[in-house]
């Protein structure tokens, strides 16, 4: 089997033979038709987000597929099932093996490479908005509405019913924001979003992936009662919190992340994506990929997803 263990810049990833898994008892092991790539595939190549313990070194935190082998104990899944699933890592492979808690069908009427791109930020999607109490009528601010966490996120929370407003770096790239369904779109590069969010009226939640230097203008730009929810660290993690600002308006920040969660939480989130979210595909949720590489040529992915520019997902197809 070939797979991708990396030695810290996009130069020096290598295409080696591993061991193909072995089914475990509760596992199901997938042929890969595609692998999502993604920013903390990024931050853990620079040596930033080690994988956990019981996972392979190398890449990958979703992949789509058919299943080539079961486990003994597995009951849902059989040989020949187009699936797609959330992985701790090693999604940079051939075939991969996982638990049969975090596999889901893939979705009816996507092609089965796009399908690779749609498992992590469905997953990570669903369970901030569900851990921020977002509600219909309410509205959301998506930093980074152009990328993967953000395409996904404006088209669930117009699901949900919500207000949205994204943040992009380009005029080119807030119209695409528009285009999959945002009321409203900023273009952070000329436009300073705390006046414009105020100005509509604020955000009741904001999703955010930039860190440390929002943090001051996402509190202004809350409502009171507002949910600030970090799932990203891009520019910074340390920063100061006025307290008299939470306090006063009654703000919640709540920091989350999907990969180090215990399989408990990861499987009751799937089962979430698999009961709310995935029924919504493709009618009112679709994939948005940018583009497709060969498995071979993850070092000018890395390279073009750190460059910027990216609309949705990159995906690696062996």
Same mark, same amino acid.
């Given at each position: 089997m070939a /797979?991708? #263990?990396?030695?810290g810049a996009p130069e020096v990833f290598a295409l080696v033979d591993t061991p193909a898994p072995i089914a475990g008892a509760r596992e199901v092991v997938i042929t890969v038709a595609a692998a999502g790539i993604n920013r903390a595939d990024v931050l853990q190549r620079q040596g930033n987000y080690p994988p956990?313990?019981? +996972?392979p070194d190398w890449p990958g935190l979703e992949v789509s597929g058919r299943v080539a082998s079961v486990g003994a104990d597995v009951t849902r899944w059989a040989p020949g099932d187009r699936v797609c699933a959330l992985?701790?890592? %090693? %999604?940079?492979a051939e075939v991969v093996a996982v638990h049969e808690d975090l596999v889901l069908s893939a #979705? +009816?009427? *996507?092609?089965?490479?796009d399908a690779a791109g749609l498992v992590e930020t469905a997953c990570t999607v669903w369970s901030n908005l569900d851990a921020a109490s977002a509600r219909r009528g309410e509205t959301l601010l998506v930093h980074g509405g152009a990328g993967g966490i953000g395409t996904m996120a404006i088209q669930w929370a117009r699901c949900l019913g919500m207000r949205v407003i994204a943040t992009a770096g380009s005029a080119q790239r807030a119209q695409a924001c528009l285009d999959l369904g945002a009321d409203h779109a900023i273009d952070y590069t000329s436009e300073d979003f705390e006046h414009t969010v105020n100005q509509l009226g604020g955000a009741d939640v904001i999703l955010d992936? &930039?860190?440390a230097a929002y943090l001051e203008r996402n509190l202004a730009a809350l409502r009171p009662d507002g949910r600030l929810v970090v799932i990203g660290l891009q520019q910074g993690a340390t920063a100061t919190i006025n307290l008299g600002t939470l306090l006063g308006k009654r703000l919640s920040v709540i920091g989350t992340s999907l990969? /180090?969660?215990? $399989?408990?939480?990861?499987a009751q989130i799937v089962q979430g994506v698999t009961r709310d979210l995935w029924p919504r595909i493709p009618t009112d949720i679709r994939p948005v990929t940018h583009a497709r590489y060969a498995l071979a040529d993850v070092s000018t992915a $890395?390279?073009?997803?750190?460059?910027? %520019? *990216?609309?949705?997902?990159?995906?690696? &197809?062996?």
């Open positions: /797979s991708l #263990p990396y030695f956990p313990a019981d +996972a992985l701790g890592g %090693g %999604g940079y #979705p +009816a009427g *996507v092609d089965l490479i992936v &930039v860190g990969r /180090s969660r215990p $399989h408990a939480q990861k $890395h390279r073009d997803l750190e460059a910027g %520019g *990216v609309l949705g997902k990159l995906l690696l &197809v062996p």
